[in-house]
């Protein structure tokens, strides 16, 4: 990718950075913390990697998107909305009893959301699913589902991870957002998935490593990724959580909650600012 | 009786995907329990449709949710303790939540198992079932009419749980039975008492009606082979015209067909209602027919039950 759209990225990634903001200080509640550490990967996704069509939801060839780390839905929501799916301004509904944005992903609620997830390890059997189903079908579609760091401690993610290996299911990306942070603490100090690369790597996967806010690396990854035959990929994506806010950078304490009206203010100034330097 | 027929509904359900795996739609999970709940019938035949997802129930059922998203009817399968049990809660949110159409085919249910004893016996996946928005449940009562369900699971859209026994029952319907989700069956007419019956427990609850004739009591017998949605008006009719019902289930009294129809008489035409079932404890190996009477699962408790609801109907002076 070249330098200038390397630029245009950058600069969605702060929009559904902002997104995920509006969101969650207008809900009073919600996870900008893993929602800002994930939202470059997302970002990359959404507006270079996948075949998606707005105006065509469903098309059954579309590449899948299943966010088994759910509770980072206002970053999906915030790319959705910046791609087209639902008008931006329906953000700030986020979590509100008429809203299309439920707390946590809904395949009936929201247009371009390809499964409901929120319930942590369950999002990737879905995913595995839908590759098996594409396969099935001799279709080209590609099914990418990211991970919490957190979330594989949940033992449903080791009996899918299973499942795709031995299926070769080549046709399945998984992202493992790697900010090291969960609700109580860092990973190795609630219970250690480590290490991450090896374990996926025994139950058959090709593993990349990269940095999860590196659009350069980013796109070498998923790159590399459709280059791998026979195996899923697992990319081990390292990232901060809270990224682009200052005062919510790794900080576990910003896993689930708002912000309050100040913190909201300084949130939107940080983005603007980081906005308008990409403008220069 | 030398000439009732006998057969698992366990049988039914692999006869019966066979007969729908002609349709390109269709694909069969299991979880490494093939020879047991049937699906190798479907295997034998449609190798390419079949799926093993290997001891690992909760991703299977997330594996058949994908599937269905893509375009798929799914039928998943495992034994009852396991694919409501363990896989509770992503038949809940990965199924029924998004309502993809997967069927869960649940084989082994209630006592009846046998030998394999308490941990294997569930008794407790009707009322598992039963809370879940969406879920449709089926229940049948022998093999004719388990092997229409599947098909009729296989119409409707949405999520459907069936529950199949390992036991061989005797054949209570006849060979040009026709099902029909959500309708109850009345087998026998009587105005003293009802008997609600499901699964294998309609053929004690006909047993049971023989004998209460016999006795000077005229019993209706009530197949409700779809739990839920429930066949409301078949049961208010019987609770009007009869007055007292008893319910017949192999499972826990607690949430499956005794819960679902006294909360429904309750709202609508409150009737005493006599629940028998698994009394609220846990099973234990021996033989399936043994154990059916050490746990009360028989004609002989029915008519007893229906004895007493009679007798709680008059006190009341209904």
């Known amino acids: 990718m070249d330098e200038n759209r390397k630029k245009e990225l950058k600069k969605i990634a702060v929009n559904v950075r902002k997104g995920v903001i509006e969101g969650t200080f207008n809900a009073k509640s919600g996870h900008p913390g893993g929602s800002l550490s994930i939202a470059d990967i997302v970002t990359y996704l959404y507006f270079e990697k996948m075949n998606v069509d707005p105006k065509n939801p469903d098309d059954e060839n579309r590449d899948r998107f299943v966010l088994s780390k759910g509770h980072t839905a206002p970053a999906l929501y915030a790319a959705l909305a910046h791609r087209g799916f639902f008008p931006v301004e329906l953000l700030k509904t986020l979590r509100k009893p008429d809203s299309i944005l439920q707390g946590h992903p809904s395949m009936r609620y929201t247009p371009g959301v390809d499964m409901s997830t929120g319930s942590l390890g369950q999002g990737i059997s879905a995913a595995c699913g839908m590759a098996l189903g594409g396969k099935l079908q001799g279709k080209s579609f590609k099914v990418y589902v990211p991970l919490g760091d957190g979330e594989i401690e949940e033992g449903q993610v080791w009996e899918a991870a299973m499942f795709a290996g031995n299926r070769k299911l080549d046709n399945l990306v998984a992202i493992v957002d790697y900010n090291n942070l969960q609700i109580d603490g860092s990973l190795d100090e609630v219970n250690s998935p480590y290490p991450i690369k090896e374990k996926f790597e025994a139950f058959n996967w090709n593993v990349i490593e990269i940095n999860g806010h590196c659009f350069r690396e980013i796109e070498e990854a998923f790159n590399k990724a459709d280059e791998c035959k026979d195996k899923p990929t697992c990319i081990v994506a390292h990232t901060t959580k809270g990224k682009g806010v200052s005062f919510m950078e790794d900080k576990c304490d910003w896993h689930g909650s708002a912000p309050n009206a100040e913190q909201y203010a300084q949130a939107m100034a940080e983005l603007d600012a980081a906005m308008a330097e990409l403008e220069v | ?318």
């Open chain 2, 1 to 318: 009786m030398a000439d009732v027929i006998k057969c698992a509904t366990r049988d039914a359900y692999g006869a019966a995907l066979k007969e729908l795996g002609s349709r390109d739609d269709i694909l069969v999970l299991d979880a490494d329990l093939a020879k047991a709940t049937k699906t190798i019938t479907f295997k034998k035949e449609f190798p390419d449709k079949f799926i093993d997802c290997g001891i690992a129930e909760g991703n299977m059922m997330g594996v058949a949710a994908g599937l269905a998203t893509t375009g798929y009817t799914v039928f998943a399968s495992s034994f009852a303790m396991f694919a409501a049990g363990r896989a509770f809660e992503q038949v809940r949110n990965s199924i029924a939540y998004p309502n993809l159409n997967v069927k869960i085919g649940a084989t082994h249910a209630g006592i009846s198992v046998g030998e394999d004893g308490a941990s294997h016996q569930c008794c407790e996946d009707i009322a598992l079932m039963r809370s879940i928005p969406n879920m449709v449940i089926i229940n049948p009562a022998d093999d004719v009419e388990a092997k229409q369900a599947v098909i009729a699971a296989a119409e409707h859209e949405g999520p459907v749980y069936m529950r199949f026994g390992r036991l061989a029952v005797p054949r209570v319907n006849a060979e040009d039975y026709k099902f029909e989700l959500g309708k109850g069956v009345e087998l026998k007419a009587g105005n003293d008492v009802t008997i609600v019956a499901s699964g294998l427990m309609v053929n004690e609850a006909l047993i049971a009606a023989e004998s209460l004739k016999a006795e000077g009591i005229d019993a209706r017998v009530i197949n409700i082979h779809t739990i839920k949605p429930i066949d409301k008006d078949i049961l208010v009719k019987a609770a009007k015209e009869t007055g007292a019902i008893v319910t017949a289930e192999e499972h826990s009294i607690i949430g499956g067909l005794g819960g679902a129809v006294a909360e429904a008489l309750a709202e609508e035409y409150p009737v005493p209602v006599i629940r028998l079932g698994v009394n609220d404890t846990f099973g234990k190996s021996g033989p399936a027919l043994e154990l059916l009477k050490i746990y009360g699962l028989d004609a002989e408790n029915i008519v007893k039950k229906a004895k007493a609801a009679v007798e709680l109907k008059h006190k009341l002076g209904k």
